[in-house]
């Protein structure tokens, strides 16, 4: 119980973590500084882990960078709709 709430916790802050960005670019309605090979990248590596998270049967692995996952596709969506 203490990993889960552990890696719960972890996995919130990083998706907290995205909410600025995603706060900034919806006031600006710019992604000039924004880094589209970094996004990409980063949207790879956060698939892999939601396949890790089914394949080891974690629960908080799934759940948070599930969530995260869909925040950094709305940035991605952001910034290829505002250049």
């Keep these: 119980m203490f990993i889960q709430l552990l890696g719960l916790?972890?996995?919130?802050?990083?998706?907290?973590?995205?909410?600025?960005?995603?706060?900034?670019?919806?006031q600006t309605k710019s992604t000039?500084?924004?880094?589209?090979?970094?996004?990409?990248?980063?949207?790879?590596g956060i698939i892999l882990w939601v396949i890790?998270?089914?394949?080891?049967?974690?629960?908080?692995?799934i759940i948070t960078n599930g969530i995260f996952l869909i925040l950094n596709l709305f940035i991605l969506y952001l910034k290829l709709k505002h250049g």
């Design 9 to 26: 916790s972890a996995g919130g802050l990083v998706i907290i973590a995205s909410l600025p960005q995603i706060l900034r670019i919806v």
């Design 32 to 44: 000039k500084d924004i880094s589209l090979p970094m996004y990409i990248i980063q949207i790879i």
């Design 52 to 61: 890790f998270g089914f394949i080891t049967q974690q629960m908080a692995v």
